[in-house]
Every structure is written in structure tokens, then in C-alpha cells.
């Protein structure tokens, strides 16, 4: 099993310009998890979906952030525009039937910095 | 609302000697804690996990107990070695979500 693939590792990019975070889940796995982890603020979870369909979305910052999973196998978040303070390291995670119940197996993460 | 509240915030220790980080959380229904590492640049994993039908669970040398009348649960290494230095989390089920504690920052000196 390859476990959760995200993609970028790292993005580094300009303010303003829009930045999109991949996540491939677990095969089998129906539930799917974005996170945000900052110094300040710790692990906060952003956005999560069962079955494709999102769920809770009471965690997006704001209206700049956007996540989807068309398919089973799929997931982005996107932010536009990016701010600096947006600056920090997105974790996807996924879980199988029983969301939080389960144990949640998360990606390497991608490092995000916005200049 | 939910939440987990995370004790000590930063924990040193001697090599050989044992560690004890503690959390308490707010939601009497939870019924699931897991316990997470992560180490420096590196993604959260689980380290080991307790349900609320059982009181400790061990696995070599870390164990988790789980008092659910106080609403605590802790994560207690023994024989700790270099390699255990890293950030711990616990969490806890929210409303089919884990809330997850501020961490625990471990180091263990030689």
C-alpha cells in the first residue's frame, strides 16, 4: 500500500497567485481529511469528506480556500489568492469506514510558504 | 465545544527514564483515542490507540490509559531512547471528527 500521496512537497510562490494542493487517498479508504499545521496554531482541520461528499467545511479560513474530490481516488484544495499568512504545512489524511472512529493515516505533507 | 487540552507542553527527560503526557477531553460521548508522533519534518503517525470499552492497552513500550469518568486519557513511555524525541498529539473523537490536542514536545537526552 503506498499510503496517502500528496503532491507538491513544497510550493513556494508569489502572493496573490493561486496555489493548489493534491491528495491521493488510500484505496478503500472513504473518508478524506485536509489539516493545516502552523507554530501558532497547532493541527486544525480545514475541510473533511465521506465518500466524496464534503461534510464539515467549518474549518476553511475563508472564502480564498476551496477543496474538492471529484472521485474516490482524487482530492485538491485550493487557495486564490494566496497571502502570506496562509504560509504553513497541509496535511491530507484518509480514513476507512468509521471516519473518525478509525484510525486516520495522513501524507507527507506539502510545505507551503507564500512570499 | 470540543476539545482536548494537552500536559506539559514540553517535556524533557533523561535516557531510561519514563514519560507521562496527559490529556483530558470535553465530549462524553467520545469513545475513540488515538496518539500520534511526529517527528521533525515529518507527517503525524499513530503510535498506538484506546476505545473506550478498555482501560490501558500496551505495546512494548508505550501504553495508554483511559479513565472515561474524569474524561482522561495518557500516553506513558518507558525506557525512553533518543529516537522517542518528537512532538506527541493525542485527539479524540468530535462529531465524526478527531480534535486534536495542542502536542507535547519530548526530548530525550543521552
Known amino acids: 500500500d503506498a499510503g496517502v500521496i500528496q503532491s507538491p512537497r513544497h510550493e513556494v510562490t508569489e502572493m496573490g497567485q493561486e496555489v493548489t494542493l493534491r491528495c491521493k487517498p488510500i484505496?478503500?479508504?472513504?473518508?478524506l481529511f485536509w489539516y493545516r499545521q502552523t507554530m501558532m496554531r497547532g493541527l486544525e482541520l480545514l475541510i473533511y469528506?465521506?465518500?466524496?461528499?464534503?461534510?464539515?467545511d467549518s474549518g476553511m479560513p475563508e472564502d480564498r480556500f476551496s477543496a474538492k474530490m471529484p472521485n474516490a481516488s482524487f482530492s485538491t484544495l485550493k487557495i486564490q489568492p494566496s497571502e502570506p499568512r496562509d504560509s504553513a504545512v497541509y496535511f491530507c489524511a484518509s480514513s476507512s469506514s468509521g471516519g473518525a472512529n478509525q484510525p486516520q493515516h495522513f501524507g507527507d505533507g506539502t510545505r507551503l510558504s507564500i512570499l | 465545544g470540543e476539545n482536548v487540552e494537552q500536559h506539559p507542553s514540553t517535556l524533557s527527560v533523561q535516557e531510561g527514564d519514563s514519560a507521562v503526557i496527559k490529556c483530558t477531553y470535553s465530549d462524553s460521548a467520545s469513545n475513540y483515542f488515538p496518539w500520534y508522533k511526529q517527528e521533525l519534518g515529518k507527517r503525524p503517525q499513530l503510535i498506538i490507540d484506546i476505545r473506550s470499552n478498555v482501560g490501558e492497552k500496551k505495546d512494548q513500550r508505550i501504553a495508554v490509559t483511559l479513565n472515561k469518568t474524569a474524561k482522561h486519557f495518557s500516553l506513558h513511555i518507558t525506557e525512553t531512547q533518543p529516537e522517542d524525541s518528537a512532538v506527541y498529539f493525542c485527539a479524540s473523537t468530535g462529531t465524526d471528527k478527531l480534535i486534536f490536542g495542542t502536542g507535547t514536545r519530548l526530548q530525550v537526552f543521552p
Open positions: 484505496s478503500g479508504h472513504d473518508y
Open positions: 469528506f465521506n465518500n466524496n461528499v464534503p461534510i464539515d
